[in-house]
């Protein structure tokens, strides 16, 4: 009956633990437009589900890579919305002094095509000028939004950024519609604390 109860614990606890894990998702920012930005991934965009109607988008860039806006056409940072996503609001968490929602339609970043929605810098044209972020922004929509909503466009990319890379050069990085999901920071403990139940249990049948 014990065996069984602990089993059920182990069964209950990775459950919770599988649902924590889906309410974040990181994709990386790996597809670059020229080898003068840099090789490798030159930053992450993480979404996180806030509530069942909010998501939150992290875009960390490497260090030494800077968001700019080039031109050409390109949009600082561009993404990509389920059409059935009804009167989606965002709001730029920070910095809101150096980054606005742009309604533009179709924000371009190329060459990876159009996106549904963007996020404007309001610093100088150019390479010469940047900023580092992180960049944070909610998406809301009344009718609800999940991670799932944050779909790639025609070319199959879900999010670009225009940027000034490790290698000095200016142009876009994008990334593919493959993400990892997170380990849970609590996770080793669970499982270390799951391990020690079960020796725990062994060493009193041996006793007895």
């Known amino acids: 009956m ?11 606890g ?20 020229s080898p003068t930005i840099g090789s490798g991934s030159q930053g992450t965009v993480t979404l996180d589900q806030i ?49 606005y929602y742009s309604p533009e339609e179709s ?8 996106f549904t929605d963007g996020i404007a810098y309001t610093g100088p044209n150019g390479g010469g000028n940047g900023d580092a972020g992180p960049l944070v922004f ?23 950024a225009d940027v000034l890379g490790t290698n000095g050069g200016t142009g876009s990085v994008a990334a593919l519609g493959v993400s990892t999901v997170p380990l849970p920071a609590a996770l080793p403990l669970f499982l270390t604390a799951v391990v020690g139940a079960a020796g725990y249990g062994v060493r009193r049948r041996k006793a007895a």
């Open 107 to 114: 924000p371009a970043a190329t060459p990876y095509g159009t």
């Open 51 to 99: 509530s069942a109607n909010q998501v939150n988008v992290t875009v960390e860039l490497e260090p030494g890579v800077l968001f700019v806006n080039t031109g050409g056409p390109h949009t600082p940072f561009v993404f990509n919305l389920a059409e059935t996503v009804l009167g989606a609001v965002v709001t730029v968490l920070d910095d809101p002094s150096l980054y």
């Open 138 to 160: 909610s998406v809301t929509s009344a009718s609800g939004i999940t991670l799932a909503d944050f779909v790639g466009n025609a070319g199959g990319y879900y999010f670009a």
């Open 14 to 33: 990775l459950s919770l633990f599988a649902g924590r894990a889906e309410a974040s998702l990181v994709y990386s920012l790996d597809v670059i437009s």
């Open 2 to 12: 014990r065996k069984f109860a602990l089993i059920v614990g182990i069964l209950a």
